[in-house]
């Protein structure tokens, strides 16, 4: 299992305790209470999600005050984005793009007062997360994906995006 930190404070890159390839395929362990524990990952995840999306949907940028995020690729790719929401943060804004696959199997520990958004770059993808809250749609924040201020980067310009994510009215 390897931990690094990422550009941002309290982002952390994993890469599974357990990849093992023979000839029917893979077997990957995508959480093991202890391992993750012992590298200092001991949020208390009492919810997984999966969301599945097409090629070039975007889902994102959300995020809220609460909420711990531990989240992979659990097929295709995707870009992921995060950026550092929290005003009383010195990295407030500044944000990281990291690409996850089934390939790689690199996953994401992603603390709360961060949004974070992502890209199907393959056919589909399925983005799975592990969260230390139940859904609260109420106390989410929404960041809109090419808001010229965030001066973000997208591998693609023309994304599929919900109302939510391309309607500034929905900005809090
Ligand atoms: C997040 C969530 C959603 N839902 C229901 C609510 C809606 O009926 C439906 C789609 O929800 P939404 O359009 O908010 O899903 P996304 O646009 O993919 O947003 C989510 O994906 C971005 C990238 C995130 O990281 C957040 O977890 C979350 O905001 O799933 C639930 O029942 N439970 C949940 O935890």
């Not at 097409?54 to 295709?76: M, P």
């Not at 990291?98 to 994401?108: D, I, M, V, Y």
């Not at 201020?149 to 994510?165: A, F, M, T």
């Amino acid at each position: 299992m390897k931990v690094e930190e990422t550009k941002l404070d309290g982002v952390l890159k994993i890469t599974p305790p357990t990849i093992f390839e023979d000839f029917r395929g893979e077997y990957i362990e995508t959480y093991n209470e202890r391992l993750y524990h012992e590298a200092g990952i001991d949020q208390p995840f009492i919810q997984d999600d999966i969301s599945v999306s097409s090629q070039h949907v975007l889902r994102g940028i959300h995020g809220d005050a609460e909420t711990w995020k531990l989240i992979s690729c659990l097929h295709g790719k995707f870009y992921i984005l995060v950026i550092n929401w929290d005003k009383d943060s010195p990295q407030f804004g500044q944000w990281e793009g990291h690409t996850l696959s089934a390939k790689n199997r690199h996953q994401l520990l992603i603390p709360p007062k961060h949004g974070n958004g992502h890209v199907v770059l393959t056919d589909e993808a399925i983005f799975h997360y592990k969260q230390t809250s139940e859904y609260n749609r109420a106390g989410q924040f929404t960041l809109l994906w090419n808001d010229p201020k965030l001066d973000l980067y997208w591998p693609i310009n023309n994304p599929i995006v919900s109302p939510r994510d391309s309607d500034a009215q929905y900005l809090t």
